[in-house]
């Protein structure tokens, strides 16, 4: 269980425009002690990014008005240091595409158990 200084400090962004995935990884984030905030959308996401706000941020791929890998070059462009890890269930489309996913740090497959998040935010956000 972590204390709830360090609660208090991780705070991650989840984004996805499936809610039951959004809702997953929140309840599994939420069950580790993170803060977490959610949004359906890339632009969505990109109305409650702020630089220093989140220490990490998860987002899928294949969503409508706003790829994941748009919404990742966005998010870098404001704040070149914050952490983008993209959850899909398409990673061989993605690296087949021979397109460069500027923004993003890493893939995580769905489906995905809590430690493939925890072993992320570790890597990629470390305290």
Same mark, same amino acid.
């Given at each position: 269980?972590? !204390? ?7 705070? *991650? ?11 997953t990884?929140?309840m ?5 002690? $993170?803060?977490v905030?959610e949004?359906e /959308?890339g ?5 409650? @990014?702020?630089?220093?706000k989140f220490?990490?941020? @998860?987002?899928? $791929? @294949? ?9 990742a070059?966005? *998010?870098?462009?404001? /704040? ?6 993209? *959850? ?8 087949? /595409? !021979? ?6 740090? /890493?893939f *995580?497959?769905?489906?995905f158990e ?7 935010i570790?890597?990629f956000a470390?305290?």
């Amino acid at each position: 269980m972590m !204390n709830e200084r360090t609660c208090q400090q991780r705070h *991650i962004l989840v984004v996805d425009d499936e809610p039951l995935v959004r809702q997953t990884v929140q309840m599994l984030l939420e069950d580790d002690g $993170y803060v977490v905030d959610e949004a359906e /959308s890339g632009p969505q996401a990109l109305a409650m @990014f702020e630089p220093g706000k989140f220490d990490m941020v @998860f987002t899928d $791929y @294949f969503m409508p008005d706003m790829k994941g890998d748009q919404l990742a070059a966005a *998010i870098k462009k404001r /704040s070149p240091k914050q952490p983008v890890v993209m *959850i899909t269930a398409f990673p061989g489309k993605l690296t087949s /595409s !021979n397109c460069p996913l500027g923004g993003v740090d /890493s893939f *995580i497959v769905k489906p995905f158990e809590a430690d493939t998040l925890r072993t992320a935010i570790a890597r990629f956000a470390p305290r």
